[in-house]
């Protein structure tokens, strides 16, 4: 059964790159009535999407590699493997940014889309959410830096055989869309090899 929540209040508390919101809020319990009252911050995400780049022929994705500050200070190297990804303007749709993303971050041409789902990426302080693909290209076009000077963007292509993508996972490959891009992938790799052939 759906349970409901009242909200008593919310507060800007910062508003720059990112904006904090502060939510005064009640919700139902799970062994019923109301929890007192809590306080909560939350940075208000956009929507994002993010694309895993596959090439069936070569059995290759297309990854690119960044800095990250979320990873500055928690990972032996703040540059991370990723799949290629950017936020939603007001009235484009998803699959509008994640041609417009793969273009801008790999110089490559999307050849088919498949969704795979969308999810939070850590809903205990944050409403970011994220609509994953994985995108079809032909990876020998794939190579160089790449990304927006304006936005401070310096991302290298690398291309990796499925196999080496995979052995990445939870190394230098380990941020939430491509965790769950590459599993999908290790579970519907043969499906779409014959479906993108």
């Not at 508390?13 to 799970?30: P, S, T, V």
């Not at 769950?180 to 479906?195: K, Y």
Request: net charge negative.
């Amino acid at each position: 059964m759906k349970k409901r929540y009242q909200l008593l209040s919310m507060e800007t508390a910062y508003a720059g790159f990112l904006e904090l919101k502060r939510y005064r809020l009640q919700h139902e319990c799970h062994a019923g009535g109301w929890c007192d009252e809590i306080l909560r911050e939350r940075v208000e995400g956009k929507h994002a999407v993010s694309v895993l780049l596959y090439d069936p022929g070569e059995d290759a994705v297309v990854l690119i590699e960044q800095f990250r500050i979320g990873a500055l200070g928690h990972a032996e190297d703040p540059w991370l493997l990723e799949t290629v990804g950017g936020y939603m303007e007001e009235g484009e749709e998803a699959e509008e940014v994640a041609r417009r993303e793969t273009r801008e971050e790999t110089g490559c041409e999307l050849l088919d889309l498949e969704f795979i789902g969308r999810f939070f990426t850590t809903p205990g302080w944050c409403g970011e959410r994220i609509s994953l693909y994985c995108g079809r290209v032909d990876s020998r076009q794939a190579e160089g830096v790449h990304g927006l000077a304006h936005e401070g963007e310096d991302i290298l292509v690398r291309v990796l055989p499925f196999g080496q993508a995979q052995a990445a996972l939870f190394q230098q490959a380990n941020s939430t869309s491509i965790v769950v891009g590459l599993q999908w992938l290790a579970l519907n790799r043969e499906g779409l090899r014959e479906r993108w052939r």
